[in-house]
């Protein structure tokens, strides 16, 4: 290592910031392409705490490969700063930038980049190699790591030889093989069918808890997402919408975009009617009422808004004169629930989960229902 990096991580070590281990301030990328230029992230700002675990999510073409890259230090920023372990990688030069990597992260790429003219062994034993470890200790090492993947019998094959599931197990297995600090995954289980998926997450989530790996996961899986991180990053066209805890991110969503993106949501058109120590009421066109949560900021009285409905927080009734009346045009019974599509005044159609016990059956298409919601709404302002 050189002098200067080591002056500048000692300096990072001791500094008193020292939790955050990946901080992005501000960042933006333009990729150029003779007269055009994308703008794949759009100013993103945000810190990874030590030993946490990260997930970021969004549509295709949202930024999260190239966010993956710039806190990875596998590309620089057009503009704002990226911090690994404090150490500012602008700073480095292309030596010093390689050193960090192959010390401090393991990756594990959405095309896995194994490659093919290696064998898995020789795959899971490079980024040892470059680490400057003696090689009898890698080829154990990998072979120990190639056991826990399921493939040790295969450490002589080619990736070429493998089916796509084999080949991200190689993957895993050379991301995790130097044991990294750092551990950075877009899109790593994806070729992976049900059950493999599952003990491969599981695997992952084991060495962040017992060794402390900071973990950042790409994924466009939003069960995947919000079951095994301590926060999630939501990227939409290159900015970050909400960056929370996933109950938060689910529950009080920061944005029309996360509330229809994460799970399920029925989107009405109303105005804010008024508000009360309980929050809002909101008014659809056809007279009725709902409450709503009170968002931060307030919207005024007489604003139109877009209002959030998930399906499982909707009940559904033949009887009374509350809710929102409506007509059933489709049930589907879904084993453990039951679906039903009700079309209301305005034209729109909503979509209502309700648990299913044994005997219940749907309602019959035609019957004339009330629609009400057992949680307030969550509401944002119409441009
Ligand atoms: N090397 C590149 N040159 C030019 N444009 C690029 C390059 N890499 C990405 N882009 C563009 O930048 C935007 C963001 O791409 P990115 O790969 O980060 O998206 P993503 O969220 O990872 O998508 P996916 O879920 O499909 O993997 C897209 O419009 C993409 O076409
Ligand atoms: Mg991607």
């Keep these: 290592m050189s002098t200067r990096l080591a002056a500048l991580l000692k300096n990072a070590s001791d500094s008193a910031k020292g939790s955050h281990v990946i901080r992005a301030v501000d960042v933006k990328k333009v990729y150029k392409m003779g007269d055009s230029e994308t703008h794949a992230l759009r100013g993103v700002t945000l810190d990874v705490r030590r030993g946490e675990y990260l997930s970021i999510m969004g549509p295709s073409g949202s930024g ?101 599931g084999q080949q991200q197990r190689v993957a895993i297995a050379r991301a995790l093989a130097v044991q990294p600090s750092i551990l950075l995954l877009d899109e790593p289980f994806s070729a992976l069918d049900k059950n493999l998926r599952l003990d491969m997450q599981i695997e992952v989530k084991r060495i962040q808890r017992t060794a402390g790996t900071t973990t950042i996961l790409v994924t466009h899986d939003q069960e995947e997402a919000l079951s095994m991180a301590d926060r999630v990053a939501v990227l939409s066209k290159g900015k970050l919408e909400q960056f929370a805890p996933p109950t938060e991110i689910y529950d009080a969503p920061g944005s029309l975009f996360v509330n229809t993106f994460v799970g399920a949501a029925n989107v009405l058109s109303g105005t804010v009617a008024g508000t009360d120590a309980g929050g809002n009421w909101v008014r659809l066109p056809s007279g009725e009422t709902l409450r709503a949560r009170q968002p931060h900021p307030a919207i005024a009285e007489g604003t139109r808004v877009s209002i959030c409905l998930r399906p499982e927080h909707l009940d559904v009734a033949t009887t009374g004169n509350d809710g929102i009346a409506g007509i059933v045009e489709m049930g589907l019974p879904l084993g453990a629930s039951i679906v039903h599509e009700v079309r209301i005044a305005d034209g729109t159609a909503i979509k209502i989960a309700t648990p299913r016990s044994p005997g219940i059956v749907p309602l019959a298409p035609g019957t004339a229902v009330r629609v009400s919601s057992t949680v307030p709404a969550t509401i944002f302002p119409q441009n």
């Design 64 to 164: 999260k490969s190239t966010f993956f890259n710039m806190i990875g230090g596998l590309d620089k920023p057009t503009a704002g700063k990226v911090y690994i372990d404090q150490v500012d990688i602008a700073q480095l030069d292309p030596y010093e930038l390689a050193w960090l990597r192959c010390r401090k992260v393991g990756y594990i790429f959405q095309m896995f980049n194994l490659i093919q003219v290696m064998s898995c062994i020789e795959n899971v034993m490079l980024p040892m190699s470059f680490a400057g470890k003696d090689s009898e200790e890698a080829r154990d090492r990998a072979l120990e790591i190639l056991e826990m993947v399921g493939l040790r019998e295969r450490a002589l094959h080619k990736p070429g030889e493998m089916s796509g």
